[in-house]
């Protein structure tokens, strides 16, 4: 599966216009920026999540739409994905929630419970989908994380024995996990339910063991 730029949704699949650059360039509603790319990540209209800046990576566009195609998972849609003076534009789905990350302290025991095995139904399907035969980005590119391409250029034939390339987001920890409350009319209680995963920009076919290993320099220990 091959994408290349520019890339534009057909206009009957958008919840409406397009931004223009104007837009993009006055919009004062901004998300917070899980790392630093160098540019900025805002709402516009409540309808569209526009990310830019020189650092920002064309995977990610390429990764959403591989999710789409392939898989059952809540994630933003890609609209468009383009460059502007030579630098990149993602235009996603806006996906209202809060992360995980916020919502964490303030869950039951259950809705831990019932978000950890969402969260599992999502991975297992992403790790049953059939292995690729190759090591790297949706779009047969180099693998696009720093950790893995530090560690395989030190430990090549450790890190690819007995480990074949199985489909990772590559950034899984709270802040990426978006969630939302919800009605149960079983219990009459409020709960809360995955709203979506976000932040796929180092999705790729990794070693089987990726997603596990890259974890833990993200957790910090300080709770369950």
Not at 113 to 128: E, N, P
Not at 171 to 198: G, I, M, P, Q, W
């Amino acid at each position: 599966m091959s994408y290349s730029l520019p890339y534009y949704r057909d206009a009957g699949q958008l919840p409406g216009p397009l931004p223009d650059q104007n837009e993009i360039e006055r919009a004062t509603r901004i998300l917070p920026k899980i790392s630093d790319y160098g540019g900025r990540l805002v709402v516009i209209r409540d309808i569209y999540v526009v990310k830019y800046g020189p650092l920002v990576t064309e995977n990610e566009g390429y990764a959403l739409l591989f999710v789409e195609k392939r898989l059952n998972v809540t994630a933003p849609r890609l609209y468009a994905m383009y460059r502007n003076q030579d630098i990149p534009y993602i235009v996603m789905e806006y996906i209202p929630g809060i992360s995980l990350g916020t919502a964490w302290p303030s869950l039951t025991e259950a809705n831990k419970h019932s978000i950890v095995g969402q969260l599992r139904c999502i991975f297992d399907q992403m790790r049953a989908l059939p292995s690729s035969g190759f090591y790297g980005s949706v779009n047969r590119g180099p693998v696009p994380h720093s950790f893995f391409s530090d560690y395989l250029a030190r430990h090549l034939p450790l890190a690819l024995q007995n480990n074949p390339p199985m489909f990772t987001h590559g950034d899984l920890y709270r802040e990426n996990v978006l969630v939302r409350k919800v009605f149960n009319s079983v219990t009459n209680e409020e709960e809360y339910e995955v709203a979506a995963l976000v932040d796929w920009e180092t999705a790729g076919w990794y070693p089987s063991y990726w997603e596990y290993a890259h974890i833990f320099p993200l957790l910090q220990w300080s709770d369950d």
